[in-house]
């Protein structure tokens, strides 16, 4: 009863915390070629004091509606366009030469996706939290997406949390894809925080390890537990072990050619907690 008190208690304290944050009318944008032809890397700067903000991604260029191509490319070109997204709009303003560009930026928040949140289920977002929504590019699709995979109902804190922790509309169907659907938007954020991505999760999948929690990827992800250290584990005899064994075997330093050794020395444990406590002593 008392950790059920504490956790509300902690949650709206953050909420608290959240509604006192300075949304910011205005702000400063730059624009840098990307690593694609059609995305450039876009930097946002905004706040004051404690409230400063430094956001950076890659965007793609059709998100930016009012700017060329030509404008891009032009020798101190003044430009006017904005950034259209489910939660907000930034209005900008500024230059561009040599295609990079500067300026400010005014910020409108979207009245209509807080009332498509709540036909969803979705609690009303406080001002900070739909801007961080507007930023990390949060849109309606994502809460139908978790809604499609039957994911728990998330608050707008939750959704803007992913956002900030880069759990998207495309990271959600990547590991629904892979037969994950979590339930929780937690274990998303956690998963992404912990780099397990589709690539990760496949290569497992490909290793004889599905299925697993949220949990145990993020513990083998952390703790190195990859396909090649699966693989020689098993070139040294050692099969179909549990992911706690996988972990162990990897922090304390059993490795193929550790295993050759101590067989070669007429020492080969069937059970691999014989070689932890070989390898520590």
């Not at 949390?161 to 892979?178: C, E, K, P, S, T």
């Not at 993020?218 to 706690?244: C, Q, S, T, W």
Request: proline letters at 3%; one cysteine or more.
């Amino acid at each position: 009863m008392r950790l059920a008190v504490l956790l509300v208690a902690a949650f709206l304290s953050a909420r608290a915390l959240s509604a006192q944050q300075p949304v910011p009318s205005d702000g400063q944008w730059l624009i840098e070629p990307g690593d694609h032809s059609d995305q450039v890397q876009l930097t946002v700067r905004y706040g004051e004091g404690r409230y400063s903000s430094n956001w950076s991604r890659d965007v793609p260029l059709s998100e930016f509606m009012g700017l060329s191509a030509t404008d891009m490319r032009g020798s101190g070109t003044t430009v006017h366009f904005k950034i259209v997204r489910s939660a907000g709009t930034l209005i900008c303003e500024g230059w561009f030469a040599g295609g990079k560009g500067s300026g400010h930026f005014t910020y409108e928040s979207n009245v209509a996706f807080v009332a498509e949140l709540a036909k969803r289920g979705v609690d009303a977002p406080t001002e900070w939290e739909q801007f961080q929504m507007t930023m990390a590019g949060v849109g309606l699709d994502l809460v139908d997406e978790l809604k499609r995979q039957e994911y728990d109902t998330p608050t707008a804190s939750q959704l803007a949390r992913m956002g900030n922790h880069g759990v998207d509309l495309q990271y959600v169907r990547d590991i629904g894809a892979r037969g994950y659907h979590l339930k929780d938007s937690e274990s998303l954020v956690r998963m992404r925080d912990h780099g397990v991505d589709s690539e990760f999760i496949e290569s497992l999948d490909d290793a004889g390890y599905k299925n697993l929690s949220a949990e145990q990827l993020v513990r083998m992800r952390d703790h190195g537990v990859n396909p090649e250290f699966i693989a020689a584990l098993e070139r040294a005899g050692y099969k179909d072990l549990g992911v706690e064994d996988l972990v162990r075997l990897r922090d304390h330093g059993v490795t193929e050619d550790y295993i050759a050794d101590m067989k070669e020395a007429g020492y080969a444990p069937a059970d691999p907690e014989e070689l932890v406590q070989s390898r520590d002593h």
